[in-house]
T-cell receptor, first 115, second 117 residues
């Protein structure tokens, strides 16, 4: 019963470095998504996916790439980290189809600091 | 476009007081879902309730109750007899169901509730 697993929990990067935040779920959920949480800004959607091979941009996609090669995994890539990407990142998944949206299951978050 | 507004940034109440957290949403669809989540100081996000657009019945769960009014596009959350353990950030969210297969969950900016002993 792992649910949604995010790694790492903490990360410090220097400006310009790249890294991948990992997200895996074992609930066979088609819908997966990435959010960033900043003070006063709530949870903002970065990218989301409604199934393997299908991704789309959310509210704040710039500076981030995603891919969805399997149902289980949805990694988030920062190609060239910037201080503005310092944030807490949450991965979430749900069972959803064209007519029904279940609640999102969230991972425990990754706290990223870019210096 | 979807939008969720939580105008109350922070609310402080004294224990045992009742408190209502406001949520106003915008959507063009007739089929959608509304959610409330709680984020305690430990940081995890905890699901509280889901409501679909066809069900305007109010719901009560213990000290929690929710008032859904489509006429005002609001989905407000009331905590009765608040307790210190209710201190958290509360998020309202909206998801549109779509026959095209694309949908997304959009969150409000959250309301920080502080319950003082």
């Amino acid at each position: 019963n792992a649910g949604v697993t995010q790694t790492p929990k903490f990360q410090v990067l220097k400006t310009g470095q790249s890294m991948t935040l990992q997200c895996a779920q074992d609930m066979n959920h088609e819908y997966m998504s990435w959010y960033r949480q900043d003070p006063g800004m709530g949870l903002r959607l970065i990218h989301y996916s409604v199934g393997a091979g299908i991704t789309d941009q959310g509210e704040v996609p710039n500076g981030y790439n995603v891919s969805r090669s399997t149902t289980e995994d949805f990694p988030l890539r920062l190609l060239s980290a910037a201080p503005s990407q310092t944030s807490v990142y949450f991965c979430a998944s749900s069972y959803s189809d064209s007519f029904y949206n279940s609640p999102l299951h969230f991972g425990n978050g990754t706290r990223l600091t870019v210096t | 476009a979807q939008k969720v507004t939580q105008a109350q940034t922070e609310i402080s109440v004294v224990e045992k007081e009742d408190v209502t957290l406001d949520c106003v949403y915008e959507t063009r669809d007739t089929t959608y879902y509304l959610f409330w989540y709680k984020q305690p100081p430990s940081g995890e996000l905890v699901f509280l309730i889901r409501r679909n657009s066809f069900d305007e019945q109010n719901e009560i769960s213990g000290r929690y109750s929710w008032n859904f009014q489509k006429s005002t596009s609001s989905f407000n959350f009331t905590i009765t007899a608040s307790q210190v353990v209710d201190s958290a950030v509360y998020f309202c969210a909206l998801s549109e169901a779509s026959t095209s297969g694309t949908y997304k969950y959009i969150f409000g900016t959250g309301t920080r509730l502080k319950v003082l002993a």
